[in-house]
């Protein structure tokens, strides 16, 4: 059974002022506010897969007019930037990650004029475009590796990267890739062996090669061109590699492709890769473009060293520390917020094309539309960039395949059935309760779950106590309060083991979340004159309580199970 949160007619009335509340299409628009902040800082991402989204020509596969034909739908939610995984021409072995060509788009999404009509209706809603970049290997399809590929003496022989074997077919290191096998594959075309740190299909290009990093940064320029607001950085970690190709450490135990364990310690975060960053962000502040960053860092101190020592880095290296919170636990929700709030300007996701949907890693099987909607109230609120999943708004969950026949993502052959691949997480969106949830009327690429009758867009739009529903208000209101998009972060009632609970404090006024992460009723109580507020009462904004008052007693704040509520505190 779903549960509604109920909102009194004061509520929503103030829901439908927050709605057509001019502030939000001027907060588009602007680069900096008076705050200093950047349009980045105040933009909500939404993370499309394209292949997934919306399928316009019926061939079971998404594509850009699909995209576009979403805009509006993307707009409604609360989007101000989208950003599209690779949508290049490619051979799909990784599904847009062996990119073949960085200067085009893959007819099976469409054309560059498919792109420019999404880019120019996208830009007439206020809605940026950032594209993935595919920077540390090409396709070994590519122009560049085939002729690398062609003789050792080739022009481009060096833009990747080729060692000889240490004879009796050895390769040149122990070094492993992470999709399984080694990360080395021979051709007998040189005799030599090329180095993947993925697929053998996406051979890793070779950055000490400043040709490699001009004609790079260019690709970026031609795209900047374009209208493209910024990219999304693939892959940053294994940029460099050891050019004395020492081999790694082996680690006890076995990985899910029955490899042995191993330290990536010389082909992972070498500290070479800081000074392309560095090149790369001067290209794209010439442009008012943002770089975010697939960091998957073990700590806070590796996240801080993304943003630069100087913040000449990348503005948002994603923050998946946050991701491996992986339980309903207010204690370590805490330590890793307060960690990264202090790193840099934070940048929030719940799950993504790689990482198993939030619905089924936070559910427990029995409330996971109440605890989408408090992980919702969770990563909306807190100070810093959120990335959306797409789906995530309608609570899409994981159809991770049965048999190993079913598998399309190669990892979850080679890996199954300890590792399934990432098809799960990668299914179509579902837009209404129609056969493929109005995705294609074509055979989709990949199956859409039963959940689909109730999960969809259509059916969510019309029910007020949706996820989605959940997420529209949330959305708004976070364009609509300055609290929630400028204010700072304050931790309260830190030793509280089943509530999490924090003020966002702006100026005068703040904003007060409070996410109750158990299955129980919670009271609480909460004493904000360290933050300057000595008033007693919180004026409701938002909130999932089946009857909520207009105003709250803040020495006695009861909270439903998995509840949230969010209010008002004035001075
Ligand atoms: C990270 C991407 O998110 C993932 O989908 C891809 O397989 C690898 N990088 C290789 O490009």
Known sequence: MRTHFCLDVRIYTLLAA?????????????????????????AVFYEIYPRSFADSNNNGIGDLNGITSKLDYLKDLGVD???????????????????????????MYGTLADFDRLQEEASKRG?????????????????????????????????YIWRDGKGNNQPPNNWLSTFGGPAWKFDSTTGQWYYHYFYPQQPDLNWRNPAVEKAMF????????????????????TLFEDPDLKNNPILPGRNK?????????????????????????????ENDAVLIGETWTKNIAELREYYGAHGNELQMPMDFLFTRVDKLSPAEFRKQIAGVDSAGWPVYVLSNHDIVRSYVRYGDGKHNDQIAKLMAGLYLTLRGTPIMYY??????????????????????????????????????????????????????????????????????????????????????????????????????????????????????????????????????????????????????????QPSPAEELSLSKLQIEPFGVYIGKVTK
């Open 18 to 42: 927050i709605f057509s509340y001019p502030l939000l299409a001027a907060a588009q628009s602007a680069s900096v506010d008076a705050n200093g902040h950047q349009w980045w800082q105040h």
């Open 81 to 107: 930037a989208i950003w599209i995984t690779p949508c290049y021409p490619s051979p799909q072995v990784d599904f847009g990650y062996d990119v073949s060509d960085y200067e085009n788009i893959d007819p």
């Open 127 to 159: 809605i940026r475009i950032i594209m993935d970049f595919v920077l540390n290997h090409t396709s070994d399809q590519h122009a560049w590796y085939k002729e690398s590929r062609s003789s050792k003496e080739n022009p481009k022989r060096d833009w």
């Open 218 to 237: 260019d690709v970026t320029r031609w795209w900047y061109k374009r209208g493209v607001s910024g990219f999304r950085l693939d892959a940053v970690d």
């Open 257 to 285: 492709y029955g490899d042995p364990n191993m330290e990536d310690k010389y082909n992972k975060k070498l500290p070479e890769l800081h000074g392309v960053l560095q090149r790369l962000r001067k290209v794209a502040d």
């Open 391 to 544: 789906g995530e708004e309608i609570g899409m969950t994981n159809n991770d395949p049965k048999r190993k026949e079913d598998v399309k993502d190669p990892i979850g052959r080679t890996g199954w059935p300890k590792e399934k691949g990432r098809d799960g997480e990668r299914t179509p969106m579902q837009w209404n309760s129609s056969k493929n949830a109005g995705f294609t009327v074509g055979t989709p690429w990949l199956p859409v779950p039963a959940s689909a009758i109730t999960h969809n867009v259509q059916t969510e739009l019309k029910d007020p106590g949706s996820i989605l529903q959940f997420y529209r208000h949330l959305l708004t209101l976070r364009h609509r309060e300055p609290a929630l998009r400028e204010g700072d972060y304050f931790a309260l009632n830190e030793s509280d083991p089943n509530v999490l609970s924090y003020l966002r404090k702006y100026k005068n006024e703040a904003v007060l979340v409070v996410l109750n992460m158990s299955g129980s009723t919670q009271t609480q109580s909460f004493d904000l004159a360290k933050q300057g507020f000595t008033s007693s009462r919180a004026n409701t904004l938002l909130t999932t």
